[in-house]
């Protein structure tokens, strides 16, 4: 199985930070890499698909890079709708494995 | 507009018998791959199983493989999910997830949620 891995496991910002959470794959993977938001309660959204493709509806100031092992997830100017958990997940091949999780809080 | 709602879960005892259904709406269900993921309580998200449109293609996670049981009824726009012979370490939220028809795919679409909870 493939296994990501993702840092850090939290993470504290201000509103209107810029923030980054990595995601590593344990092997390459391409760009089939897609990063969730999920807030206390509720079911995940998806961000970003295919690494870099912002998904329909999405803010604009989210934005994913990377390909093959090394990826990221981009948060410009963060607003307070923005805290919550983020999840990377591979679609290379199954089981399709999700990483622990970054939560991001307010500081 | 799309909708996924869950139904089935509850309190079950280790050792018995659960069946989740998970009733889309708002699109063309036959046309789409489909899903369940769970998450246990303050835990991350895990995939759990997946079947193809026609139901005739299904895979699972080797910690739910010879228990659980996904389906689909395209007919009545239904997926579903047999689970026996359940553990405590079952206890979790299932969601079912619809994948995206765009390549590559990621999972556009997640129902509310159905929690199980595996005790005595």
């Known amino acids: 199985d493939i296994q990501m891995t993702q840092s850090p496991s939290s993470l504290s910002a201000f509103v209107g930070d810029r923030v980054t959470i990595t995601c590593r794959a344990s092997?390459?993977?391409?760009?089939?890499l897609n990063w969730y938001q999920q807030k206390p309660g509720k079911a995940p959204n998806l961000l970003i698909y295919?690494?870099?493709s912002l998904q329909s509806g999405v803010p604009s100031r989210f934005s994913g890079s990377g390909s093959g092992t090394d990826f990221t997830l981009t948060i410009t100017s963060l607003q307070s709708e923005d805290f919550a958990t983020y999840y990377c997940?591979?679609?290379?091949?199954?089981?399709?494995?999700f990483g622990q999780g970054t939560k991001l809080e307010i500081k | 507009e799309v909708q996924l709602v869950e139904s089935g879960g509850g309190l079950i005892q280790p050792g018995g018998s659960l069946r989740l259904s998970c009733a889309a709406s708002?699109?063309?269900?036959?046309?789409?791959?489909m899903h369940w993921v769970r998450q246990a309580p303050g835990k991350g998200l895990v995939w759990v199983s997946r079947?193809?449109?026609?139901?005739?293609?299904?895979i699972y996670a080797d910690s739910v493989k010879g228990r659980f049981t996904i389906s689909r009824d395209n007919a009545k726009n239904t997926l579903y999910l047999q689970m026996d012979s359940l553990r405590a370490e079952d206890t979790a939220v299932y969601y079912c997830?619809?994948?995206?028809?765009?390549?590559?795919?990621?999972?556009?679409?997640w129902g509310q949620g159905a929690l199980v909870t595996v005790s005595s």
């Open positions: 997940q591979q679609s290379y091949s199954p089981p399709r494995t």
């Open positions: 092997q390459n993977i391409n760009n089939y």
């Open positions: 997830v619809r994948e995206t028809s765009t390549w590559p795919p990621g999972f556009d679409f």
């Open positions: 295919g690494a870099s």
């Open positions: 708002g699109f063309t269900f036959r046309s789409y791959w």
């Open positions: 079947i193809n449109i026609f139901g005739n293609n299904t």
